[in-house]
């Protein structure tokens, strides 16, 4: 049977997001059905309700949820009812990147992830009157307390209790994003130099990540002083405020006027990208992860990348999301991933305070924890 839930929706013209009850379909052969423990708020969410990103609304956005599997459908394989999991990006699951371990690359990534619909055009998620809602946003549309996934979203992890599962929401994306981008594609070798433009929740992962590769500098870059400090406490040699200082004469500075080894780029500001492209040294390499507004553009010296550098983009940390996502939970479990620190948790009736306070930059990861009916929800 159908289920009837409440879902935050995304509205043209809107600058927050609207509790509603919603109806969703029930599992295709290839959906799960999934009752959402917590959630996180990316700023990729609030991208797509500023019209800065093409998703069609009003839509269900969300894509770091975490929760128990309720129901699946026929052709489901690796995950049961009861099991806890968290949610991920979608991919079709039989081109060849796909079947080799390289999903990010999938040749229907950006439709299947941005499109919010299923590939034949539906969606599974509806008002109470039946008017379609854009639904499967990268595969789950988790800003809700049941979501209708894809089974290639879903990863099933060993969580304890619903309060470790709500703790895991962020991994997802955020973290999965950080941690990968340094992990499986810079790959930096001991004594290696890495800077990271940008304090938010991907550039954080990322500093933590390299610390466990081993790289010789961390350098930090934000205009936030509690981000900068933060930055320390989980890793970073270096930070510089880049409101009040030079950032390029920093970074030579700290390289000996070499260039550092690897940028890794978070903020989507093309300014600080066409920087990042002077910064590193020959044969160095920037992670572009930050999205700016459709149609942006930065300029590159095309001499200075003949040298040798490298510019390259960053979906998901590159990852293979079912192998990677429970190594993170690991690492999380010994305290080598301590993103915690950055997590805060909001009722659901604190919705439009944690779209504020993401929007602000106080909060630099918020989870929206599923607890009782949100006050104020539409019918």
């Known amino acids: 049977m159908p289920t009837p839930t409440t879902a935050a929706v995304a509205r043209v013209g809107e600058d927050t997001f609207h509790w509603e009850r919603v109806v969703l379909d029930d599992p295709r052969a290839d959906e799960v059905l999934v009752r959402l423990v917590a959630t996180g708020l990316c700023h990729t969410d609030l991208s797509v309700l500023a019209g800065r990103l093409p998703t069609p609304l009003p839509a269900v956005l969300g894509h770091e949820g975490a929760g128990v599997v309720e129901a699946v459908g026929a052709d ?50 509806h008002t109470e009157d039946g008017t379609p809602l854009g639904g499967l946003f990268f595969g789950q549309s988790s800003m809700a307390r049941h979501a ?15 309060e470790e599962l709500a703790l895991l929401a962020p991994v ?13 594609l810079l790959r930096p070798n001991p004594g290696e130099t890495v800077a990271v433009f940008g304090a938010g929740a991907v550039g ?26 933060l930055a320390t406490e989980l890793g970073a040699t270096h930070t510089i405020d880049s409101g009040s200082e030079d950032l ?19 903020t989507g500001a093309p300014p600080l990208l066409e920087l990042a492209a002077t910064a590193i040294k020959t044969y160095g390499t920037v992670a572009v992860i930050g999205a700016p507004a459709a149609g942006s553009r930065a300029s590159f010296d095309i001499n200075a990348l003949i040298d040798g550098r490298t510019i390259r983009g960053v979906t998901e940390g590159g990852s293979d999301r079912i192998t990677f996502i429970p190594a993170l939970v690991r690492l999380v ?12 948790f909001y009722a659901p009736d604190e919705l439009d305070k ?26």
Request: charged share 20%; proline share 6%; hydrophobic share 40%.
């Open 76 to 125: 489901v394989v690796g995950v049961s009812p009861g099991d806890k999991v968290v949610l991920s990006f979608n991919s079709c699951g039989r081109c060849d990147s796909c079947r080799t371990g390289a999903p990010t690359r999938c040749g229907t990534f950006f439709p299947l992830n941005f499109g919010a619909a299923r590939p034949d055009g539906s969606t599974p998620v």
């Open 148 to 162: 209708l996934v894809s089974a290639q979203s879903v990863v099933r992890v060993d969580a304890a209790d619903e």
């Open 354 to 379: 944690a779209v504020a306070e993401a929007r602000s930059g106080r909060t630099i990861k918020p989870v929206i924890r599923f607890g009782d009916i949100p006050k104020g929800t539409r019918s």
């Open 172 to 184: 997802g994306c955020g973290i999965q994003t950080g941690v990968g981008a340094v992990l499986n």
């Open 333 to 344: 479990r010994q305290g080598r991933l301590p993103y915690e620190k950055f997590v805060r």
């Open 248 to 266: 390029g004469k920093c970074l030579a500075e700290i390289s000996g006027g070499v260039g550092v080894d690897y940028v890794v780029e978070t």
């Open 204 to 229: 954080l992962s990322a500093v933590m990540a390299a610390r466990l590769s081993g790289a010789g500098d961390i350098v930090v870059a934000d205009v936030v002083p509690s981000r900068l400090a």
